[in-house]
């Protein structure tokens, strides 16, 4: 690829990754404050609350190599200019396409306009391929938590018929009054593992969100960069010269023409006759339904005058 003094660096996620570790920051500040009533509401349901922080985590760790594999395009991209430092790169992943293509010597003389946006298609495809993970993360958190609010719910049902099974023993009123209340705990713990998994779910998937809304706008300005500069290159390259071949002549102008003026009018009358050919069609539709019409009308009246019949017998 030619080196054009235009051609601007591509930019760093470095940004992006320091606004999703200072969001972390503050998430882990507020875990801090909240220490004791979070350790309460984790001991609830320590199993589901305990998947629902390593889904988290394990978003979170994806989210984080979403960004930093930006670090070897850009540094590829960045070494294929005249402005590049000279620092030995690796090759890249989601350019291999283009890096291949570039070895074999296919992009010496500039890259075409369709072969730009090829490329640039196919690294759309693969940035989208690589969020889908933690999309789906996202919505498994949100699934989780809804997960134990029924689970909760459903042991909140089935105690508090167990409550009212004890009350029909007709026991005396002081020992119902203490079943009573020996009964009422398990309910309240079903509730307990309803609202802290929900709790934990929902915060989870806010804070993914988050991590995951970074990863895609860093993406989103390396496509935007890569794509000016594919379109800088393209134009530069567009600007060499080309050679074109030229049409070559047939015979005499007015010979052409002569041609040309009979084959319009040849066309002109096939258009003619096939638009005679679609009209009559079109008349012999109108007469069947005609006739379709009347058949119809005709079965009506003998239907009719055999239900009459019928009817005075």
């Given at each position: ?14 940004i ?10 503050l ?12 350790q ?63 070895n ?25 391929e ?17 997960l134990?609010?029924?689970?909760g ?18 026991a ?6 203490e ?40 993406q ?27 049409p ?10 002569q ?48 239900l ?6």
């Open positions: 690829m030619a080196n054009e003094p235009d051609i601007r660096l591509l930019t760093s996620p470095r992006f990754l320091v606004g999703m570790a200072a969001f972390l920051a998430v882990g500040f507020v875990v801090l404050i909240l220490l004791k009533q979070l309460l509401a984790f001991s609830a349901n320590p199993g589901l609350n305990g998947l629902i922080l390593g889904v988290l985590a394990i978003g979170s760790l994806f989210t984080f190599r979403q960004v930093f594999r930006l670090f070897r395009e850009i540094h590829w991209v960045n070494s294929l200019t005249s402005a590049y430092d000279g620092r030995k790169v690796r090759q890249p992943l989601l350019l291999a396409p283009m890096a291949a293509m570039l074999a010597g296919a992009g010496a003389s500039g890259l075409s306009t369709l072969t730009s946006r090829a490329i640039l298609d196919s690294i759309a495809t693969r940035l989208d690589g969020r889908e993970l933690s999309r789906y993360l996202i919505g498994l958190l949100v699934f989780l938590g809804l134990g609010t029924f689970w719910l459903l042991e909140t049902v089935h105690s508090i018929s167990g409550v009212i099974d004890s009350m029909k023993t007709g005396d009123t002081t020992s119902m009054f079943d009573l209340k020996s009964g009422l705990s398990a309910p309240i713990a079903g509730m307990s593992v309803s609202f802290t998994s929900s709790l934990f779910g929902l915060a989870s998937s806010l804070i993914l969100g988050f991590l995951d809304l970074q990863a895609g706008q860093a989103n300005r390396f496509y935007s960069e890569f794509e000016e500069f594919l379109a800088s290159h393209v134009r530069t390259s567009a600007a060499e010269p080309e050679t074109v071949p030229q070559v002549a047939v015979g005499p102008p007015h010979v052409d023409s041609k040309n003026a009979a084959a319009i009018a040849t066309l002109a009358e096939g258009i003619q006759a096939l638009v005679g050919h679609m009209r009559t069609e079109q008349q012999q539709i109108r007469n069947w339904v005609d006739v379709q019409a009347q058949q119809q009308e005709d079965i009506g009246k003998l239907l009719r005058r055999l009459d019949e019928l009817s005075t017998r």
